[in-house]
């Protein structure tokens, strides 16, 4: 029996050839998009995680200051400052933009971990919320600022068992 071949392959070995490639094709088609989305979840998770970092290491500052606090002029005079004009300086600092990109997406896929985040990520909300009222005249906003100041930084120590 003489059979028709090409690059030593007869036509049934191509034709398997022809389903195993197809078969990995499909496999590609379907799973790639799926690890894509996972892997931007993923990055997503450690931006978020970064910016509460980095938002705790700035409010940590705020916390157990004194009432007043002199700072040095380089002159014998001396300016002191209050402990709300520092905390309130510190929190300009403060940012919540990846978790506003990204919480929706968070609370779908990865709804442990917003909830993980949520309390946390409302602390700061209101503490920035009532810093613009404080910078408008509201000053009995003030222990309620620094109480979410207090709030947010224990939080995060429980959460992440630093304390």
């Known amino acids: 029996m003489n059979q028709e071949t090409f690059l030593m392959l007869t036509s049934l070995q191509w034709n398997a050839l022809g389903v195993i490639a197809t078969f990995f094709v ?3 088609a379907i799973f790639l998009p799926l690890y894509l989305e996972r892997r931007n ?4 998770l450690k931006i978020v995680e970064k910016e509460v970092e980095e938002n705790y290491k700035k409010l940590k500052n ?3 200051l004194q009432d007043t606090i002199p700072l040095p002029t380089g002159t014998n005079t001396q300016i002191t400052v209050s402990k709300i004009q520092v905390q309130m300086g510190i929190t300009e600092h403060v940012t919540l933009k990846s978790w506003y990109e990204f919480r929706g997406k968070l609370a779908v896929n990865e709804p442990q971990f917003f909830n993980k985040y949520r309390e946390l990520m409302e602390s700061i909300e209101s503490l920035l919320s009532d810093q613009e009222k404080i910078k408008e005249g509201e000053k009995q906003l003030i222990p309620r600022f620094q109480d979410s100041i207090k709030n947010f930084v224990g939080g995060y120590e429980k959460l992440n068992k630093l304390i």
């Open 26 to 28: 499909s496999c590609i």
């Open 41 to 44: 979840i993923n990055e997503m």
């Open 62 to 64: 705020a916390v157990g």
